[in-house]
């Protein structure tokens, strides 16, 4: 049987990432990261990370995936913000 917790937790991890990928889209194809704070962005992946880690201490699957495509879409960031900075 599937755990409807862990339903929840893959929906709310979808959610959340897929909320994300826009900027990274449009960053890409505008090629401008004045908009975008370093600080933020820097924030954002060490929390990332955090939870990351979280997630493989208490093996949690939604935590894991969320957090790990949402890693690679804040560091494909912070690659746009050093490699289109004006």
């Known amino acids: 049987m599937i755990n409807p917790i862990e339903i929840l937790g893959l929906v ?3 959610l ?4 994300f990928l826009p900027q990274v889209y449009k960053t890409w194809k505008t090629k401008s990261t004045e908009s975008l704070s370093l600080t933020m962005l820097l924030t954002f992946v060490l929390g990332v990370l955090c939870w990351l880690i979280y997630g493989f201490l208490i093996d949690s699957l939604p935590i894991i995936l ?3 495509v949402t890693a690679i879409s804040g560091f494909i960031l912070l690659y746009f913000k050093f ?3 004006r």
């Open 16 to 19: 959340t990432t897929a909320a």
């Open 66 to 68: 969320a957090n790990f």
């Open 83 to 85: 490699r289109y900075k």
């Open 12 to 14: 709310a991890a979808v």
